[in-house]
């Protein structure tokens, strides 16, 4: 079996265990999405070897890297995991060059063979001219694109990021995100994205782990995690509604549906978020400050412990979430005729 | 004023004068070779073995852990005569551990250059160790998850990822052992004894020269404390910063 295949538990100290199961074909992404506390860092540390795990195995193209019952424990510096940290770590008192070649130097190349091929992966990757820059001087893309160049240079089996956009600014991330699915697909291995950003997630990876205090409460596709969340927690992490659309001047196309949005700046393509409690729900044609409103059907209808999320019909389906006593008020029930309405200011929107 | 008015004394005493020639004098220049010597030995020692031991107190979790701590430090709460004393009973000719040294090589450590070398060690070690583990402690070690990650070892790592990453503080430790192994009196005059050419440092130097040549004693002292203003200039950077 090829790729990475892992089930394993481990507790720290009292309060906090971690068991979670996944396998990761090469070629696929595989995102653990949680928020902070749920235990993805610990996740990295289990993978990468530098925490050993208490039961359970991790095995990676056939290696097993990690079983307390056959007593394997594989040290990290012969895993052939490499790691993309949250910010990056580049080594401070080092050149870029030297940082990228540092892995190649630690399997025993001289210094100018390691040199003139650490030098290749920063030609390769626009940034053959920082190579004598120290890391304290890079943009974050820029070290971004060193730490990656750092981790694939030893030719990893695995791929491990953790956090790899949590360290830049908004505007730098868009832009970065898309860099870095560039990246990804030049990997050929099992790639294992680290995030608490839903929309990282949805972007990157083709299978979605939702983490939660130390247990895998979902696994899907972006589809499945968004329309179906199985908990209110993942419910308010991730069910946000995700469009793509194309902006011009405060309004968006999305699927033939113009919809307007407050940021009148964004141009061309772009991400639509809108949150189900952003939308409200009429039996008649509202009337009011809301710029969208439209006619649509009751397409289903969950009870998700004291809200009810509804999937909305065409012509743009959403998932809007309202109280059972609003959906009694109303009568609401699947197929019935409804009316949305949702502000301007609660349509956002990002550079895709 | 506390601090600045025996220096000003000091100075006052200096026959500036006579100060070339009694510099060159062979008690001085045998003092200040010696002392040179036997600190830079001691600061080596100490590296050698406190790099290690901070690295083992900082990292590595191990029953008895905060017993070995209170062990290393013991040099900087214990009365320098005592230590010199405790080494006496250790490693003299009929000590516990240097009965059997003496048998099997020859070698006998008290009251001779080696003495000087140990008792500066004992007494200057706990600097370096204080602030390398400082260092370390402080030290963000996912620096040192990245560099295993990358396929280095545990020895790799320490090499090209940790020490370099706390340079500074090593050096200051460093620059800290040296002067303290340099102005060592007590543990050496006890362990080594105080013999011109072979134990005598400078200090012990600047203790005889008090009763019986005051102005060599003034000229030693002046020395110590140059030297002692060139520690602080080296370390101003780290500490009178922070003031």
Known sequence: MTGL??????SRGE?????????IRPGHTVALLGPNGAGKTTAVAAIAGLLPIDEGHIRLDGRLLDDPIADVFVPPERRSVGVVFQDYLLFPHLTVLDNVAFGLRSAGAGRSEARSVARQWLDGLEIGELAAAMPADLSGGEAQRAA??????????????????????VTTRALLRRLLANHLNEFSGPRLLITHEPTEAFLLAD?????????????????????????????????????????????VMVSGFELHAADTRLQGSVLVTIHPRAISVHRKQPEGSPRNTWPTTIARLEHYGDRIRLQTGQPVPLTAEITPGAAEALALEQGAAIWLSIKATEVSLVAA | MFFLIPVIGLLGEVAWSELPGILSSPVVVDALWLSLLSSIAATILAAAVGVPLAWLLARVDFPGRSLLRGLVLLPLVLPPVVGGAALLFALGRRGVVGGP??????????????????????????????????????????????????????WTVLRRVTLPLIAPS??????????????????????????????????????VAL??????????????????????IVLRNRWLRSL
Not at chain 1, 5 to 10: G, T
Not at chain 2, 111 to 124: C, D, E, N, Q, R
Not at chain 2, 172 to 191: D, H, N, S, Y
Not at chain 2, 219 to 224: E, N, P, Q, R
């Open chain 2, 170 to 207: 090593l050096g200051a430790g460093l620059v800290l052992t040296w002067a303290r192994a340099l102005g060592e009196f007590g543990a050496t005059i006890t362990f080594a004894g105080n013999l011109q050419g072979r134990t005598q440092t400078l200090p012990l130097a600047v203790f």
């Open chain 1, 15 to 23: 309060q906090f265990s971690l068991a979670m199961a996944l396998a």
């Open chain 1, 207 to 251: 299978e979605i782990h939702v983490l939660e205090e130390g247990r895998i409460a979902q696994v899907g596709t972006a589809e499945d995690i968004r329309l179906r969340p199985r908990t209110q927690y993942i419910a308010d992490l991730a069910g946000a509604n995700l469009l793509t659309g194309r902006a011009s001047r405060g309004t």
């Open chain 1, 5 to 10: 295949d892992m089930k394993f538990a481990l």
């Open chain 2, 211 to 232: 009763e019986s040549d005051r102005a060599t004693a003034v000229a030693l002292s002046l020395v110590m404390v140059l030297v002692s203003l060139a520690v602080l």
């Open chain 2, 101 to 154: 040294l003496h048998d099997l090589t020859g070698l006998v450590l008290p009251f001779s250059l080696w003495g000087v070398v140990i008792a500066a060690t004992f007494v200057s070690m706990p600097f370096l160790v204080i602030t390398v583990e400082g260092a370390l402690e402080g030290l963000d070690n996912r620096y040192e998850w990245a560099g295993a990650t990358l396929g280095a070892g545990r």
């Open chain 1, 148 to 169: 990656i160049a750092r981790a694939l240079v030893t030719q990893p089996r695995l791929l491990l990021l953790d956090e790899p956009l949590a360290a830049l600014d």
